[in-house]
């Protein structure tokens, strides 16, 4: 595997593509995503056009309001499965980066019950 393509940092463009072509599929305008969201206009913009990297929970929100996975972001650049581990481990850790200490704290949390649950 070609370790310069792990190198640079996470590419939200993808995700900025996503977001837009979600929006416009149920019809809606920016403003309307923002009234749902309560995200600004100017950074929907930002992340829909310049790859403004979302912090977890706006990715999360926008994710559920709009109708799609995280995962169909992540894995958008690489339909080989097999990369699918080290690809994971790269982008989280610069998803990780762009998190707040709460939101760390949530995921964490999170998949904490998940594992507890999944034992049960």
């Not at 980066?97 to 999170?110: F, P």
């Amino acid at each position: 595997m070609d370790n310069v393509l792990y190198e640079e940092p996470f590419d939200f463009r993808p995700y900025g593509d996503a977001i837009k072509k979600a929006r416009k599929e149920k019809g809606w305008s920016r403003e309307r995503l923002s009234e749902e969201t309560g995200i600004s206009i100017a950074y929907l913009s930002e992340i829909e056009n310049k790859g403004q990297a979302p912090s977890f929970a706006k990715i999360v929100s926008l994710s559920k309001i709009l109708g799609f996975s995280i995962e169909e972001i992540i894995f958008s650049d690489c339909p080989d499965y097999k990369k699918r581990k080290t690809i994971i481990r790269y982008k989280a850790e610069d998803l990780l980066n762009t998190m707040s200490e709460k939101e760390v704290h949530i995921l964490v949390t999170g998949l904490t019950v998940a594992n507890t649950l999944e034992a049960i």
